[in-house]
């Protein structure tokens, strides 16, 4: 296993942001950042690495659970990234008072 990775996810009302950081020793390192745009059609996840942007055209519906965007932007992940690097996948809950 290589350095472990951390993947925090932020997702919002009109967007979801997400890191991707490696952990070296004791410090996390960001080594890529994305976002999905909820008001651009068709519906795309940016990802950057320094100086490289990629658009991945996603074919999730959106819905106001978010499930199926959640889905497909971690298939993406997994499709680019070994599993067993990952030491945390998180999801920033803001909203939702007493229900969370």
């Known amino acids: 296993m ?4 951390l993947l925090p996810f932020n997702p919002g009302s009109s967007t979801i942001k997400c890191g991707l950081f490696r952990v070296t020793g004791t410090s996390p390192i960001r080594i ?4 999905i745009d909820f008001r651009s059609a068709p519906l795309s996840m940016h990802i950057s690495n320094g ?5 991945v055209p996603l074919r999730a519906t959106l819905t106001d659970d978010l499930h ?3 889905d497909e932007t971690l298939d993406w992940f997994k499709d680019h990234f070994s599993l067993n ?3 945390l996948v998180g999801h920033r809950v803001v909203h939702g008072g007493d229900r969370f």
């Open 2 to 5: 290589s350095e472990p990775l």
């Open 32 to 35: 890529g950042s994305g976002s």
């Open 51 to 55: 100086g490289e942007a990629v658009r």
């Open 68 to 70: 199926a965007v959640i």
């Open 85 to 87: 690097d990952f030491a």
